[in-house]
């Protein structure tokens, strides 16, 4: 039933910018923690950033101030801005929700990050 939908991801060069967003839908979206992951070709996934329901914010290092998440609570929409982005960078984008009752996991199916150099 919850469902989260992302969407922003696309082609940029180098030092560049984009804005990912991820629509939730089926749950309360105030009652879900928020984060946002990515996977890269022959990689694992790993966290980029989380948001918690009060808005706390934490990232993972290799973003080194240059990504910022926020939520929108009134239009089920967390965001993710990527600025100064790198060829590094270039993955496939997901949105992650835990509610924060049930501790269940819900993903979004992610949206394709390309950084050319």
């Known amino acids: 039933q919850v469902q989260l939908v992302e969407s922003g991801g696309g082609l940029v060069q180098a030092g560049g910018s984009l804005r990912l967003s991820c629509v939730a839908s089926?749950?309360?979206?105030?009652?879900?923690?928020m984060g946002w992951y990515r996977q890269a070709p022959g990689k694992q996934r790993e966290l980029v950033a989380t948001?918690?329901?009060?808005?706390?914010?934490n990232y993972a290092d290799f973003v080194k101030g240059r990504f910022a998440v926020s939520r929108d609570n009134a239009k089920n929409t967390v965001y993710l801005q990527m600025n100064s982005l790198n060829p590094e960078d270039t993955a496939v984008y997901y949105c992650?929700?835990?509610?924060?009752?049930?501790?269940?996991?819900?993903w979004g199916k992610g949206t394709l990050v390309t950084v050319s150099s």
């Open positions: 948001i918690a329901r009060g808005g706390n914010t």
């Open positions: 992650r929700g835990t509610h924060f009752i049930s501790r269940m996991d819900y």
């Open positions: 089926g749950t309360t979206f105030s009652s879900l923690i």
